[in-house]
Structures are given as structure tokens and as C-alpha cells.
């Protein structure tokens, strides 16, 4: 089994692809993977790394030109096929790279962000759309002497958006993102239904109208590629639809 | 790198190229602690700045699955009692075999039921009760069902929230900063220097106060639940300018870490109703902790499951099962569906239907930077607060639940020091801080110049496994001797190493060598303090001296770097209400 691992910096007038050879250990990761290549063959491979236990969102990368967390992917299921996900096609995962997806890992950087070096990409894109929808909780009452209360019949809605660990994979897999550079993307608009849906917060639409414009939630064109990589299952598809079809109706009256 | 970089006055100095920052408050560390601080700091009017190696929603605390105790009494104790703060002090001093200081317990236990309020009114969706409030689960060593959670993502929930909270207020974030020296000036801390990752280049940071706010040193361990970040760069930091490291011998190995890969399965998995099963199928916990059963303390659990191994009872592969498939998949679903998806992603286990394998492994360390209950180390303008420092609220063994707690209460209450003492002094001179950045560059160049043919990163591995094979659950004065050897002959071959990768930007390598040369520092601190500490108190425990003995060591243990060489003395235990008596569960 080998990895094929983009390699870029500042000065090259086009990226390569190193192959190395892995050594098969018993449930070896992408992650475990990069650190064989870095240990045994190149230590100047630049990636991103911290809990290896998929909650940290910090290795997002194309792994066989689908998203994925480095640490979450096992090598062995990977060139058995056991993790196909079937996504819309976009052109940064239709560029011709020859490999031989039986016996090889591809490796890549998430698309649609700029690469700083090999398989580290500039977040600051993703993060700025993240913070142009104002994620910050606003209660709609003073806090009272205890907790607020909650009914918990909300919190599992809520969790479906709270859970995303904001790791850029959709980002990278959103066909929308590819064409559109200023489209907000699939975890900031989640990012916002969330807070629009905390009952906690007033409830009118006026979280909504924050992205009520065409690089927000009018740009999707419901691919579904987001919801199909996300390590954590957050459907940014079901906020999207729920807060247009709110508006909508906000709209008609 | 950082977009952040727009916020502070920076000062250039054209003739050397040196960057110099200033803000009021340096905080180094970006997790729930540094995050915190960084709120109250800004709150009180003042300018501080957060430095991390990893953008702080990558920092470890998000790892933390099971919750934050607080003695919010919104679920019944088992006869109908409720809560209070006491009992949640009395278990706590119980919890850490009567090390910790009581002063310090009372003072976090006080403060924990407004600290989860306060997480409420920043946004946290906490799992709630029927009822609507702030839902609490039993857990190890606990009295009553204190532990308030957010399913098995607590730390994620309550990280998120803190992290909108620091953007909201524009606090100015140097992410990817790998922080070098920590800098003095006539005794008193003056800021750190610091390599931005993405570039090479080293900064200085100019500050009245600096706190310290880095979290764990788990990695110094093969066998850990920690980030692989986590490699204790502020005790290090702290050690080399002079200011002591307390009961460092003191860490804690989880029971329920998956085996193959000891990313920890929550405590909140036993407190659901969890069983630990031996390969004889037996449930085994009933002659260990006859009344707490799997829900006895960390310490006691991962003994006894150590024990079962080493005696047979095991897998042979070195692991006991742990059963939640009586729970039900929809329990399962709801409390506990992140290390769910964990057993199956790292271990091709669903907990609905087979129980899971696990084995002990590293997750926290109790002791850390030596601090008074102000979070004020014994240098002026140098705090700590968190995981990497040693208030000490957790003593011998942390109980589950509190860790989260203290980052949190202190992250405030150190913060609110600083605020304090920074208003009484004057900004200090740049002067220390441009020598100190050469020093830091002719340091680097000196490592990247060296010829040393082996792979540093075998010295990692050995170390790493040298101290979970030899400083382990169970430890003995001999082999503890044969790896404080190892450990000193591995720092010796390291300072002849060097990365292959001589490139200054992005250089990952250099970066992981730097941690590794203070990982080797901490690792034999543990060593000294575990070999000098003649006693089984909590989580250190000697086959060879195995009670607990309160006259010669009931007092912390305190080591300190002097002209080279390590020290250690002694400090007293503070104790109070809780007397300290045979620890039985």
C-alpha cells in the first residue's frame, strides 16, 4: 500500500506527487499514514493535526478526491472501496492525477481555499464567511438567577448544527464554493440556523436576514455534497431549505 | 499568518527585523482556560491577546466528552437529599486522597454552579431534563448526580460558545504561534517569545502579565486520550525560568481508554449504567469497590483492570470489555452517540450490539505549574490556570467532571488577578525581549546546524514508552530507576540531534523537536518526584510502598531547574474541613 501526497510551496511553478511506501499497522489512518511519510521519508511534509480522534476538525483534506478527516479515514477501508461516497461533480476533483486507487491513498488539500504548503491550506476564507453571520449568542430575555430553561424536545435539532467542528470539509466538497468565491458556504449557514433555532434567542426571522442575499442562502443549488462528507452528519441542505422556505413565506405576507 | 496580526501595535525594528508585540495580558493556550481569561481580560477594559500552536477550536479541551460538575441539585440524590457545594468539596478532597488544598476545593466548588450558568448565558446547549433544566449525570467518586453535560460533547459545546464569545469582543488571536522562552526582567515576567509556524519567524511579545493557560503533558506517555498536542510546553516554559513544578508525579490514567488507539471512552458511558466485564464475563468492579462498583474513582478502577489483566482475567491482547449494550440503542443514541461513532470510526465496534474493548491509558495530569490559589507562580507577572498548572484542587487523582470545572472557574478568577496586579504596574522595557528573540534564533540555527544521523523521532517513541512501561499504573523503586536512566541518556543522544528539514517556514519538524526537548524535561520531573515520593496516594502507586503514608508524605511535591540540575522540596497540604481518613469506596 502507498500514499501519493501533493506536495507544494512558494517557488515551485507547479505542485508534485510524492509515493511512499506505508507499513501496514493494524488500523493505520491517513493521519497515521502522514506520520509514517514524515518519520520515514520527508520530514518537511507540512499538515495539520491535534486530537486524532475526529473531533478536532483540524485535518480536513481530499483523500481520494472526497473530503475527509485525515484521522477518521482508515487506509485499509479506503483502498478496499468500503468508504465510496458518491459526490456532484466540481472541477477541483476532476483534475487528472494517474493513481491506482487499489493500491494507492491520494492525498490532497481541501479544495477551494488557498495552499499554504503541501496539505495546509489558509482557513482565514472559511473562517471570515464564518464570522460574517454573526455567531454569537443573543438571548432575547436578561439572564434570569438560575439557567434559562429549555425544553428538551429542542436540543435535538439544535444539536444537529452545534455538533459541526467547523473542519471545512463541506466547504471543500460545495460545487457553489468551487464557482462562487463569495458564496458563505454549507458550515457558516448551518452556523446561523443554529442560532436561529435556539429558543433561547427571539423568535422572529431577523437572524435570517442576515444571509438573506445571493451569496447566502440563495447561492445553494442543493448538491447535498456538504451533508455527504460531513464527519459529523450536520445537513446544512435541511437549514437552507427551512430558512428559505421561512423567508418565503415572511416575504408573501 | 494570523489576520489578527492587524490588532496590536506592532513595533518594527528595522535594523534587526524583529517583530515586537505589546499587549496588557499575554495568554498562552487557546483552550477553555485561555479562552476564559481572554473574555474577563477584555471585559475589564484591558488589551489581551491569546498565543496558540493551533487555531484554539483545535485546542484539546474540545476533546473532553463527559461534563462539569456543579452542585446545581437539579437531579436527586438516591434517598431524595439534595446537593450542596460541601459534598461536592467533600468528594473532591476524598477523590484526591487528601492531597489537594482545601482552600482552593471550597473555592472552585463554590463557584461551580455560576460557572455552568454562566456557560448557559453564553449560549452552551447543555442537555436538559424534563423539567427544561440543566440535566446532571453520577459519575466516579461523586456523591450525587453532579455532572451537567451536553450529551458526550461537553467540551466541544462549551469551547464553541467561548470561542463566538472571544470573536465577538475582536480579541486579538496569534494562531500557530509556537511559543519559545518565556522572558524575565529584573524578576518579573515581561512576555515570550514565540516562532510563528507559517513563516519561521520569531516574535517577541512584550506584556505586563503572562498567563499560562497550555493544558496536559499526556504525550510523554505512548498510552494517552490526549490531542497529540498536548505536550506540556508550559511546564517546560515555566522550568526554565526558574519557577517549580508541583506533584508532577501525580497522573492520571483513564480506565476506559479504546484499546488500539486509548481515545477515551467517556466516564459518562459507566455513569449511563456502563458494566466492565472480564473475559470470564464476570463484573469484575464488585471485588474492588464493592459500593461504587465501575463507578469508583479513576485511580481505583484502572488498577483493578490493570490487575485483571496482568493476572489473566484480560483479553489477551491486554483489554477487558466495556458493556452498554443493555442500555439500549436508544439511550445510547441520545447520551452517548459521540463515542459511539468513535468505537465504530477507530475500533469497528457499535456499543448497541458488542461491548466495546478498553485498557487504561494516560489522560490528565494533576499536578502542573506551581501556583498559589491566585493562579500567581513564584514569579512576578507569570500566572497559571488549567490543566498545566497545580492550584491544586485534584491533589493525588482528579475526579471526572472536574476538569472542565476548573478550567473554567480559574480561567475567571486568575483572570480577575491579573486584571488586579496589571493595573499597579508599569510597561515594562522591550529591551529583554529583542535579546531573547537572538537567543531564540541563534538557538535554532544551532539545532538545524547539527549533524546527529538519527531519527530524532525514535527518541519520541522510546521516551514515550519508556515512561508508560516504567512510570505506568503500577510503579517500583528498580525499574523507575532503569527509566530515569533512559530518560536522561535519551535527552543526552536528543541534544545531538536535529530535523533533516533545515527550512524555517512551516517547518512542523522543527516544531515537534522543540516540544520533544521539553517533553524529555517533564518526563524526568515525573521521574524524580515519582522515585522520591515512598508511598500509594491516588493515582501514584508503589508496589513496593504500598500505603498511603500521611506523616512523611502527606505535603506536595516542588521541583525546580537550579544552576542545571533539578531540585526537589517540600510544601504542606492545606487542609480544612475534611480530615483526612482511609479512602474506601
Redesign the interface.
Known amino acids: 500500500m502507498k500514499l501519493k501526497v501533493y506536495r507544494y510551496?512558494?517557488g515551485m511553478t507547479e505542485p508534485r506527487y510524492d509515493t511512499f511506501e506505508l507499513e501496514p499497522t493494524?488500523?493505520l489512518t491517513v493521519l497515521g499514514a502522514l506520520f509514517q511519510f514524515?518519520?520515514?521519508f520527508?520530514?518537511?511534509i507540512?499538515?495539520?493535526?491535534?486530537?486524532?480522534?475526529?473531533?478536532?476538525?483540524?485535518c480536513a483534506m481530499l483523500i481520494n478526491k472526497v473530503p475527509r478527516l485525515a484521522c477518521?479515514t482508515q487506509v485499509a477501508a479506503i483502498l478496499n472501496d468500503e468508504l465510496h461516497i458518491p459526490l456532484s461533480p466540481y472541477p477541483a476533483i476532476e483534475e487528472k492525477v494517474e493513481w491506482n486507487p487499489k493500491d494507492e491513498v491520494l492525498v490532497e488539500p481541501l479544495p477551494h481555499l488557498p495552499v499554504?504548503?503541501?496539505l495546509?491550506v489558509?482557513?482565514?476564507k472559511f473562517f471570515d464567511f464564518y464570522?460574517y453571520v454573526d455567531?454569537?449568542?443573543k438571548?432575547s430575555d436578561p439572564?434570569p438567577e438560575?439557567?434559562?430553561?429549555?425544553?428538551?424536545s429542542f436540543?435535538p435539532e439544535?444539536?444537529l448544527y452545534?455538533?459541526c467542528?467547523?473542519c471545512a470539509a463541506c466547504f471543500g466538497s460545495c460545487p457553489v464554493n468551487g464557482s462562487d468565491p463569495q458564496y458563505l458556504g454549507p458550515a457558516a449557514l448551518a452556523k446561523l440556523y443554529r442560532?436561529h433555532i435556539?429558543p433561547?434567542e427571539s423568535n422572529d426571522n431577523s437572524r435570517l436576514k442576515r444571509a438573506d442575499e445571493p451569496r447566502g442562502w440563495w447561492d445553494c443549488d442543493f448538491h447535498g455534497n456538504c451533508r455527504r462528507v460531513c464527519p459529523k452528519e450536520v445537513p446544512p441542505l435541511i437549514a437552507i431549505a427551512k430558512a428559505r422556505e421561512q423567508l418565503n413565506l415572511e416575504k408573501e405576507k | 499568518?494570523s489576520?489578527s496580526l492587524k490588532h496590536d501595535e506592532e513595533v518594527v525594528n528595522a535594523s534587526s527585523q524583529v517583530s515586537i508585540h505589546y499587549h496588557d495580558v499575554i495568554i498562552i493556550g487557546g483552550g477553555l482556560t485561555g479562552l476564559r481569561a481572554a473574555l474577563q481580560v477584555s471585559d475589564a477594559g484591558l488589551d489581551g491577546a491569546v498565543i496558540s500552536k493551533?487555531?484554539p477550536?483545535?485546542?484539546?479541551s474540545?476533546?473532553a466528552q463527559g461534563g462539569m460538575n456543579a452542585s446545581?441539585g437539579n437531579v436527586p440524590g438516591e434517598d431524595g437529599t439534595t446537593d450542596s457545594w460541601e459534598m461536592h468539596a467533600y468528594d473532591t478532597v476524598k477523590g484526591s486522597d487528601y492531597l489537594a488544598d482545601q482552600d482552593a476545593v471550597e473555592l472552585m466548588c463554590r463557584e461551580a454552579t455560576a460557572t455552568?450558568?454562566e456557560l448557559?448565558?453564553?449560549?452552551t446547549?447543555?442537555?436538559?431534563?424534563?423539567?427544561?433544566?440543566?440535566?446532571q449525570r453520577p459519575f466516579g467518586g461523586a456523591g450525587f448526580p453532579r455532572t451537567c453535560y451536553?450529551?458526550d460533547?461537553t467540551g466541544?459545546?462549551a469551547l464553541?460558545?467561548l470561542y463566538?464569545?472571544v470573536?465577538?469582543r475582536d480579541i486579538p488571536i496569534y494562531d500557530e504561534f509556537f511559543v519559545t522562552s518565556l522572558v524575565k526582567d529584573n524578576g518579573r515576567c515581561v512576555g515570550c517569545t514565540a516562532i510563528e509556524i507559517?513563516t519561521g519567524n520569531v516574535h517577541g511579545f512584550l506584556s505586563k502579565a503572562v498567563l499560562m493557560a497550555t493544558g496536559g503533558f499526556g504525550r510523554i506517555f505512548n498510552r494517552s486520550t490526549n490531542?497529540?498536542?498536548n505536550t506540556g510546553d508550559g511546564h517546560a516554559l515555566a522550568l526554565d525560568v526558574g519557577v517549580p513544578l508541583k506533584d508532577m508525579e501525580f497522573v492520571q490514567f483513564h480506565p476506559t481508554t479504546l484499546y488500539?488507539?486509548n481515545?477515551?471512552m467517556s466516564e459518562g458511558a459507566r455513569g449511563e449504567g456502563g458494566i466492565l466485564l472480564n473475559s470470564n464475563g464476570e463484573r469484575f468492579m464488585e471485588h474492588y469497590a464493592p459500593n461504587s462498583l465501575d463507578l469508583a474513582p479513576r485511580d481505583v478502577v484502572a488498577r483493578s483492570i490493570e490487575k485483571e489483566i496482568k493476572e489473566g482475567r484480560g483479553h489477551e491482547e491486554g483489554y477487558v470489555n466495556l458493556d452498554l449494550t443493555h442500555l439500549g440503542a436508544d439511550r445510547i443514541m441520545e447520551r452517548l452517540p459521540?463515542i459511539r461513532?468513535?468505537a465504530m470510526?477507530?475500533a469497528g465496534v457499535d456499543p448497541i450490539k458488542d461491548p466495546v474493548p478498553v485498557q487504561p491509558g494516560q489522560h490528565y495530569s494533576m499536578g502542573g505549574i506551581d501556583v498559589d490559589i491566585h493562579g500567581a507562580t513564584s514569579l512576578q507577572g507569570l500566572y497559571a490556570a488549567g490543566e498545566c498548572a497545580c492550584i491544586s484542587v485534584h491533589g493525588a487523582n482528579r475526579l471526572g467532571g472536574n476538569s472542565l470545572l476548573e478550567t473554567v472557574v480559574f480561567g475567571r478568577l486568575v483572570a480577575d488577578k491579573i486584571i488586579e496586579d496589571n493595573l499597579n504596574s508599569s510597561k515594562p522595557d522591550m529591551k529583554p525581549i529583542k535579546i531573547d528573540v537572538n537567543v531564540v534564533e541563534s538557538k535554532i540555527e544551532e539545532i538545524l546546524k547539527r549533524k546527529g544521523a538519527e531519527?530524532f523521532?525514535n527518541i519520541k517513541e522510546n521516551m514515550s514508552k519508556s515512561m508508560f512501561n516504567k512510570f505506568g499504573i503500577y510503579r517500583e523503586a528498580q525499574t523507575m530507576q532503569e527509566g530515569l536512566k533512559e530518560i536522561k541518556k535519551l535527552q543526552k543522544t536528543l541534544s545531538h540531534l536535529s530535523?533533516?528539514?533545515k527550512?524555517r517556514?512551516?517547518?512542523?519538524?522543527l516544531i515537534q523537536f522543540l516540544e520533544l526537548e521539553g517533553m524529555l524535561k517533564i518526563a524526568e520531573v515525573v521521574a524524580n518526584g515519582a522515585i522520591a515520593r515512598r508511598e500509594s496516594r491516588g493515582s501514584h502507586t508503589r508496589t513496593d510502598h504500598q500505603d498511603r503514608d500521611d506523616e512523611k508524605f502527606l505535603k506536595h511535591t516542588i521541583t525546580f531547574l537550579k544552576d542545571g540540575n533539578m531540585d526537589i522540596t517540600y510544601k504542606p497540604v492545606k487542609l480544612g474541613m475534611f480530615k483526612p481518613k482511609e479512602r474506601v469506596y
Not at chain 1, 507540512?46 to 483540524?58: D, K
Not at chain 1, 438560575?146 to 428538551?152: A, I, Q, T
Not at chain 2, 446547549?125 to 440535566?135: D, P, Q, T, Y
Open positions: 510551496h512558494d493494524s488500523g514524515q518519520q520515514k520527508d520530514d518537511s507540512a499538515f495539520h493535526y491535534s486530537c486524532r480522534g475526529a473531533v478536532c476538525g483540524t477518521r499554504i504548503r503541501d495546509i489558509d482557513m482565514e464570522k455567531p454569537v449568542f438571548p439572564a438560575k439557567e434559562r430553561l429549555m425544553d428538551p436540543v439544535l444539536e452545534t455538533n467542528i467547523l442560532f435556539d433561547r | 499568518m489576520k493551533v487555531h477550536l483545535r485546542s484539546h474540545v476533546a446545581l455552568v450558568y448557559e448565558y453564553m449560549g446547549v447543555w442537555s436538559r431534563l424534563e423539567n427544561g433544566k440543566i440535566a451536553a450529551a460533547r466541544h459545546n464553541q460558545s463566538e464569545q470573536l465577538n507559517m490531542a497529540l498536542i488500539g488507539t481515545i477515551l459521540g461513532q468513535i470510526d477507530f531519527n523521532f530535523p533533516n528539514n527550512n517556514v512551516v517547518n512542523q519538524t
